[in-house]
């Protein structure tokens, strides 16, 4: 079993910046990439970022440049430092760590770009 604790999310003005953690307990041992994946209401889960445990990163096309995802594997945690944030990044932010078994997914931090 994995467990995925996110934090970091909260209201910010457009233009500003958040920065999400994702801490990973458990079996550790049998995660090799993680990431984060977002849900707007009313729409589908979609990709935000990957990082593997060799530091190997994957963003989706409309992050690149604005958003970038990090890892601490002493800590067994990923980040996502999120600038220049718009009212359409406004979503439910999941921490996600793939494994031979399953894929994990941590509960979520809403992330509100409000004026």
């Known amino acids: 079993q994995v467990q995925l604790v996110e934090s970091g999310g909260g209201l910010v003005q457009p233009g500003g910046s958040l920065r999400l953690s994702c801490a990973a307990s458990?079996?550790?041992?049998?995660?090799?990439?993680m990431g984060w994946y977002r849900q707007a209401p009313g729409k589908q889960r979609e990709l935000v970022a990957t990082?593997?445990?060799?530091?190997?990163?994957n963003y989706a096309d409309s992050m690149k440049g604005r958003f970038t995802i990090s890892r601490d594997n002493a800590e067994n945690t990923v980040y996502l430092q999120m600038n220049s944030l718009k009212p359409e990044d406004t979503a439910v932010y999941y921490c996600?760590?793939?494994?031979?078994?399953?894929?994990?997914w941590g509960q979520g931090t809403q992330v509100t770009v409000s004026s």
């Open positions: 996600t760590a793939p494994t031979p078994a399953r894929r994990y």
């Open positions: 458990g079996s550790i041992f049998s995660i090799n990439a």
């Open positions: 990082i593997t445990r060799a530091g190997s990163t």
